[in-house]
T-cell receptor, first 122, second 115 residues
């Protein structure tokens, strides 16, 4: 079974600052995806960024980037130039693949961490 | 895309009653997932379907829980003889499983309160 640990229950930064949210995971699998999801106060979960474990290059999406350290089983999220709208719960999630995604593989349910409540102060 | 929709958005019931929730996935998505989220926690996986086949069930899914996706489109999650511990947000997600994109898109959830 997989576990995902987010050690920061809450973080608070000033608008325009850079913030890094940490996530570690434990698995014996070799083929998997990692995700960061955002859940604003309205509570609908939104995908922020996705990382394929077989890719060495860290994923980036505009102001969001990850630092994926496969050997250390670490997957942190960096938010640059933080904005008030970034205030939300952030969940790190793990998804095991039944076979590699690049060969059209299937996927199983997500395993989530407990989340980090990020507050962006004006 | 109209997104994943869930109904009802809120449900209040008395202990011992049965409840049923509905999830309508994004139209071309062939996978549909159910999760449960309690206050202050991340979502926990319950079960998923590929088309109409239920492929995996978590041990969290007790005998009182049943899920269906009869025609491979919408899905229902039924909880029989509800208990106070069933109070939670029930989230549905869908994805398209072929190729390299298998991102799960979530609905707004159904909040269940068992009195």
């Amino acid at each position: 079974a997989q576990t995902v640990t987010q050690s920061q229950p809450e973080m608070s930064v000033q608008e325009a600052e850079t913030v890094t949210l940490s996530c570690t995971y434990d698995t014996s699998e070799n083929n998997y995806y990692l995700f960061w999801y955002k859940q604003p106060p309205s509570r609908q979960m939104i995908l922020v960024i996705r990382q394929e474990a077989y890719k060495q290059q860290n994923a980036t999406e505009n102001r969001f980037s990850v630092n994926f350290q496969k050997a250390a089983k670490s997957f942190s999220l960096k938010i640059s130039d933080s904005q008030l709208g970034d205030t939300a719960m952030y969940f790190c999630a793990f998804m095991k693949l039944s076979r590699p995604m690049y060969s059209g593989g299937g996927a199983d349910g997500l395993t989530f961490g407990k989340g980090t409540h990020l507050i962006i102060q004006p | 895309d109209t997104g994943v929709s869930q109904n009802p958005r809120h449900k209040i019931t008395k202990r011992g009653q049965n409840v049923t929730f509905r999830c309508d996935p994004i139209s071309e998505h062939n996978r549909l997932y159910w999760y449960r989220q309690t206050l202050g926690q991340g979502p926990e996986f319950l079960t998923y379907f590929q088309n109409e086949a239920q492929l995996e069930k978590s041990r969290l899914l007790s005998d009182r829980f049943s899920a269906e996706r009869p025609k491979g489109s919408f899905s229902t999650l039924e909880i029989q003889r509800t208990e106070q511990g069933d109070s939670a947000m029930y989230l549905c997600a869908s994805s398209l499983v072929w190729g390299v994109k298998d991102t799960q898109y979530f609905g707004p959830g159904t909040r269940l309160t068992v009195l």
